[in-house]
T-cell receptor
Framework: AQSVTQLDSHVSVSEGTPVLLRCNYS??????LFWYVQHPNKGLQLLLK??????LVKGINGFEAEFKKSETSFHLTKPSAHMSDAAEYFC????????????FGAGTRLAVHP | DGGITQSPKYLFRKEGQNVTLSCEQN?????MYWYRQDPGQGLRLIYY???????QKGDIAEGYSVSREKKESFPLTVTSAQKNPTAFYLC??????????????FGPGTRLTVL
């Protein structure tokens, strides 16, 4: 069965410093993986997706993630945090069995300090 | 603009009342989903529909009901049988074709509070 573990429930960084949000997955298949961002009281917005075309995936707003099969990881990074990056981030794996089910991690809340 | 709309943004319900949350999409997507979000728990799937006039229970369907009479619309009813309905509800849609890789598009959400 597919599952997703986000290793940190909260991450705090200073503006201008790098961001690392960690995600490990479990999948019996070659997975599709996503990172979504959610600002307070808003819906989810897709940051990036891995679809086996390339292991390093670039997304919006300067974020990128690297798929590492040997480590079953899909960590999200950004070289320099901006105040507007403060939000909740969800790592998601697609369950290929039948109905496009997405399996969500519990989320990581990113705080950015001046 | 193509997208998903949910209404109302905020909804208050008295105990024992049924309420219906609206979800409309103009993306021409076949599949639609309802999720419930509670603090620190990520999103949990309530119901999904892959095609008009068909829907399936997700992981936490008890106390909820849905209909899918039109491709564009997938309303969710929170019944009085739902013991703890206070939560943030998100609707999503997707085009289940090979090239979409199951990406889902989300609405802005409805926050339901039971008084």
């Amino acid at each position: 069965a597919q599952s997703v573990t986000q290793l940190d429930s909260h991450v705090s960084v200073s503006e201008g410093t790098p961001v690392l949000l960690r995600c490990n997955y479990s999948s019996s298949y070659s997975p599709s993986l996503f990172w979504y961002v959610q600002h307070p009281n808003k819906g989810l917005q897709l940051l990036l997706k891995y679809t086996s075309a390339a292991t390093l995936v670039k997304g919006i707003n300067g974020f990128e993630a690297e798929f590492k099969k040997s480590e079953t990881s899909f960590h999200l990074t950004k070289p320099s945090a901006h105040m507007s990056d403060a939000a909740e981030y969800f790592c998601v794996v697609s369950d290929p069995g039948g109905y496009n089910k997405l399996i969500f991690g519990a989320g990581t809340r990113l705080a950015v300090h001046p | 603009d193509g997208g998903i709309t949910q209404s109302p943004k905020y909804l208050f319900r008295k105990e024992g009342q049924n309420v219906t949350l609206s979800c409309e999409q103009n993306l021409n997507h076949d599949a639609m989903y309802w999720y419930r979000q509670d603090p620190g728990q990520g999103l949990r799937l309530i119901y999904y529909s892959q095609i008009v006039n068909d829907f399936q229970k997700g992981d936490i369907a008890e106390g909820y009901s849905v209909s899918r009479e039109k491709k564009e619309s997938f309303p969710l009813t929170v019944t009085s049988a739902q013991k703890n309905p206070t939560a943030f509800y998100l609707c999503a849609s997707s085009s289940p074709d090979f090239f979409s890789y199951n990406e889902q598009f989300f609405g802005p959400g409805t926050r339901l509070t039971v008084l």
